[in-house]
């Protein structure tokens, strides 16, 4: 997407964003070039830069330390009213995370095709998720029967059930 007219309103976030990635250049600096704000209402909520290698967070995406703090900020985890901007498009992690908080608009600079141009993994894994069964991923996933998988549905079902009538529902 070019900005034109009905995208102004974006730039400056979007600025920020990029801006917040800058910060990684630093000579002193081990992290990787990926920043983020949430906005909700116009207004800036949160920043977040990545923080994987200072924090030794595998999950400490630029994203997700975005959304964490506008959590925190807001009381909330459901963010159906923020946009999120990203300097570069989110990884599956980041991506998934804006769906749980259910952040109905994602704004980006860099694809995950230029990420991959200089050296991150993404578009690696988009590729691997994409695999239509886990036995062809490279993650081995152990799905277990017997006395733990009974146990661990139990614990959902005690969960529902505990939930107001009709307030669950299948998303199967």
Not at 123 to 132: D, G, H, I, S, T
Not at 137 to 156: E, I, M, N, T, Y
């Amino acid at each position: 997407m070019t900005f034109g007219a009905e995208q102004d309103q974006d730039r400056p976030f979007l600025d920020r964003a990029i801006e917040n990635s800058r910060r990684s250049l630093r000579a002193d600096s081990t992290a990787k070039p990926f920043g983020a704000v949430v906005v909700v209402g116009g207004d800036v909520v949160a920043d977040g830069v990545n923080s994987v290698v200072e924090l030794s967070d595998p999950t400490a995406h630029a994203e997700v330390m975005a959304l964490r703090e506008a959590g925190r900020r807001l009381g909330r985890y459901a963010m159906e009213d923020a946009t999120l901007y990203s300097s570069s498009e989110p990884c599956p992690m980041c991506l998934v995370a804006c769906y749980w908080a259910r952040i109905p608009r994602v704004v980006y600079g860099a694809t995950t095709r230029d990420a991959a141009a200089h050296g991150h993994e993404d578009l690696r894994f988009y590729r691997e998720v994409a695999l239509p069964g886990a036995a062809l991923r490279s993650l081995d996933q152990v799905p277990v029967q017997g006395a733990p998988h009974s146990a661990a549905v139990d614990v959902l079902a005690a969960w529902a059930a505990a939930r107001p009538a009709g307030s669950v529902e299948p998303k199967l």
